[in-house]
């Protein structure tokens, strides 16, 4: 047989996909290509695209994904089916405690697990909120809360953990996390873009316990990674090393790991 089987095809494409950084992201514009990486994602996780509400139902009831309920740092605003993949819940409850620390404003929440059979009629025909992994963020009126959001998305982008782009009709953040590269960076982190654990994130909650005898430092609005290495006594170098980082990039309210002398 000359013909290669498409079960093969899809094995090594999953090979290819999987733990890599997406290449030619870091933006937030809309394009095919960002809807590919996030359909690729989904495909390559496996993942079930949910036809209609009774199977989003179900999945819930298997655990398979979970309840956006709420909290006291983001409100959900006309989600017909409040449910995510536990990685996507993990990092609405990050972002939205530390958007709420930044902004004084509770994250809002406007999509979630949106069955085929709901698709809008101006989404695209790849979309992957049908399995869950995916979440709309409307975007805030004040003009550093959105500054905030921008950056700390291109810098979880930039991780290679999300995908996420801007649309304006309505205004909102279509944010899409892949499961395994977000959960690996969250037991990781220590470093990255988003909020320290609060909530049932328990893994992070217990990294953060074993690393509560180590330095920290809250990076605030006009730092830089050398002058924060400069006043530690440090290198750049070995502060990525200790933070896991892959470039030089920081976010206000991003919380490092000061390596010891
Ligand atoms: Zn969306």
Redesign the pocket.
């Known amino acids: 047989m000359r013909i290669p089987r498409p079960t093969a095809l899809v094995v090594l494409l999953a090979a290819l996909g999987m733990g890599a950084a997406p290449a030619a992201a870091q933006s937030l514009r809309g394009s095919r290509p960002s809807i590919d990486r996030m359909y690729q994602q989904a495909r390559n996780h496996d993942l079930t695209f949910y036809r209609s509400g009774t199977g989003v139902r179900g999945a819930a009831r298997e655990g398979d994904l979970v309840r956006l309920s709420g909290n006291e740092h983001y409100r959900l605003s006309g989600v017909s089916y409040p449910y995510v993949l536990p990685s996507a819940r993990i990092f609405v409850q990050r972002l939205a405690a530390q958007y709420h620390d930044r902004c004084g404003e509770r994250l809002v929440i406007t ?1 979630a697990a949106r069955p085929t059979s709901l698709r809008l009629v101006n ?1 695209a025909d790849r ?1 992957v ?1 049908p399995t869950g992994m ?3 963020i409307r975007k805030p009126r004040g003009r550093d809360c959105l500054a905030w959001l921008r950056r700390t998305l291109l810098s979880l982008e930039d991780e290679g953990v999300l995908e996420a782009t801007e ?1 304006n009709r309505p205004p ?1 953040f ?2 899409a996390i892949f499961p395994t590269q977000y959960r690996r960076y969250v037991s990781n982190s220590g470093g990255g873009g988003d909020a320290p654990s609060e909530g049932r994130t328990s893994s992070t909650r217990t990294t953060r316990t074993a690393s509560a005898s180590r330095a920290t430092y809250r990076v605030r609005q006009g730092d830089s990674l050398w002058g924060i290495a400069r006043r530690n006594d440090t290198t750049v170098e070995r502060l990525r090393a200790a933070n896991d980082m892959r470039s030089n990039r920081i976010v206000p309210g991003q919380v490092l790991i000061i390596p010891a002398k």
């Open positions: 999509s989404s979309s909120h995916a979440i709309d649309e909102h279509h944010v």
